[in-house]
């Protein structure tokens, strides 16, 4: 991986781990992604006809097929996300979901896209998949598992949060892969793909946002400071990992963004008081290790 496509997935991660912990924060529901995603069309409004002005034009059916399956499949990852962290702690839910999407992702990209892993990359992939798994609770998790008869509350929240997380990993494996055959294969900019799958999503959310007004307003009145930010922010990380995508095997960007496990570790512990902080930052540490190895092979 260039030292360019790096510097690129770790801001990135920094970025997207801020607006998850802003989304946790929200505890909103299908709203809040029409929400976001109304503010992300009108923000983000200038670059995205600066960009396709001229382009936009010239796509045919492949080109538009593309855009629509990314806006179903990006909706289909942020509501199965929000409905996670409504049931679960973000500690669970989030790194689950960002260590299943990107091991999903390389095993495709290396089986059925014809690229190559060194044994470094392999050591870095296992890194960040094993620290994933210790940010998410490490033994903790299969203890919840083992247990049948009358779990706790607590380990309740656990299992959901393991199932949204890894439906949501399932979900992102599907949107990056698809995404990154658009943006290596078929030369759609990444700025153009992210701004006007985002309509996709709006046609899906409008009935939501339509079909209890009052509800919406009230919801609104709760949410438009983290909708406001998720919108303005969340597509920079994800555009920015596109960019990374058409100068960088797809096998290693994908795992190398989990570097947001580092910093959601570290924020989100300590702003949301999830506990098991020494074992998290040492899934941090993994993670860093992970991506460092990924990011030099």
């Given amino acids: 991986m260039s030292h360019t496509a790096f510097l ?43 960009y396709g002005w001229d382009i936009v034009p010239t796509w045919g059916w492949i080109e538009w097929g593309f855009i629509a399956a990314s806006g179903i499949i990006h909706i289909s990852y942020f509501i199965c996300l ?10 669970v839910v989030y790194p689950l979901a960002r260590g299943t999407g990107p091991l999903l992702s390389s095993a495709t990209a290396i089986l059925f896209l014809g690229e190559r892993l060194s044994l470094i990359g392999g050591f870095g992939i296992c890194a960040v998949v094993g620290g994933v798994f210790m940010i998410a609770g490490g033994p903790k998790l299969l203890r919840s598992l083992k247990q049948v008869e009358q779990p706790s509350s607590q380990q309740v929240r656990i299992r959901k949060g393991i199932f949204y997380g890894v439906l ?3 979900f992102i494996a599907g949107y990056t892969i698809l995404d990154g055959y658009a943006v290596k294969v078929l030369f759609i900019s990444p700025i153009l793909i992210d701004y006007f799958g985002n309509f996709a999503r709006i046609v899906l959310l409008m009935p939501a946002l339509l079909r209890d007004r009052q509800a919406s307003r009230l919801s609104w009145n ?59 930052l040492f899934g941090a540490l993994l993670i860093a290790a992970g991506v460092i190895a990924l990011g030099n092979f």
């Fill in 168 to 170: 949501t990993g399932v």
């Fill in 82 to 91: 929000l409905r996670g962290y409504r049931k679960a702690d973000l500690t």
């Fill in 8 to 50: 690129l997935v770790i801001t990135a991660g920094l970025i997207h781990a801020l607006w998850n912990i802003a989304a946790k924060k929200a505890g909103g529901d299908v709203r809040f992604a029409g929400f976001t995603a109304l503010i992300m069309a009108v923000v983000w409004a200038p670059v995205g006809i600066y």
């Fill in 222 to 280: 709760k949410e438009w400071k983290y909708a406001l930010i998720v919108g303005a922010i969340s597509p920079i990380s994800y555009v920015l990992v596109l960019y990374a995508m058409q100068s960088a095997p797809l096998s290693h960007v994908a795992p190398a963004r989990e570097v947001s496990m580092l910093f959601a570790a570290l924020i989100g512990g300590h702003l949301l008081a999830e506990g098991d902080r020494v074992q998290r």
